[in-house]
């Protein structure tokens, strides 16, 4: 089976950056598209970036700010968070689909147990 552990999160400020980290156990992992969502108290969970063998996406508010990026050797999948606002404050969970990106929460296979992302004002 696949597991996933996010790690990374913590309380920043406006303009901070953080990095988070995916781990993954199994070796197919590699051949798996990963996401990484959002969710805000009282909000709809959301993608901010994806990765597959096609490529990289990321939802517009994010664009230019996050970069997502995967190291096979090690099975992490990493999101750089750059320029931090507020509303990027979430829990941040890793998925992993073996059907390819989506945007959607419902086709991800596997999910990490989250990680806090906090940016203050």
């Known amino acids: 089976q696949v597991q996933l552990v996010e790690s990374g999160g913590g309380l920043v400020r406006t303009g901070d950056s953080l990095r988070l980290s995916c781990a993954a156990s199994?070796?197919?992992?590699?051949?798996?598209?990963v996401g990484w969502f959002r969710q805000a108290p009282g909000k709809e969970r959301e993608l901010a970036a994806a990765?597959?063998?096609?490529?990289?996406s990321y939802r517009d508010s994010v664009k230019g700010r996050f970069t997502i990026s995967r190291d096979n050797a090690k099975n992490t999948v990493d999101l750089q968070m750059n320029s931090l606002k507020p509303e990027d404050t979430a829990v941040y969970y890793c998925a992993a689909s073996a059907r390819g990106k989506s945007w959607a929460a419902d086709d991800y296979d596997y999910w990490g147990q989250g990680t806090q992302v906090t940016v203050s004002s």
């Open positions: 199994g070796r197919a992992f590699v051949t798996y598209a």
């Open positions: 990765i597959s063998w096609s490529g990289t």
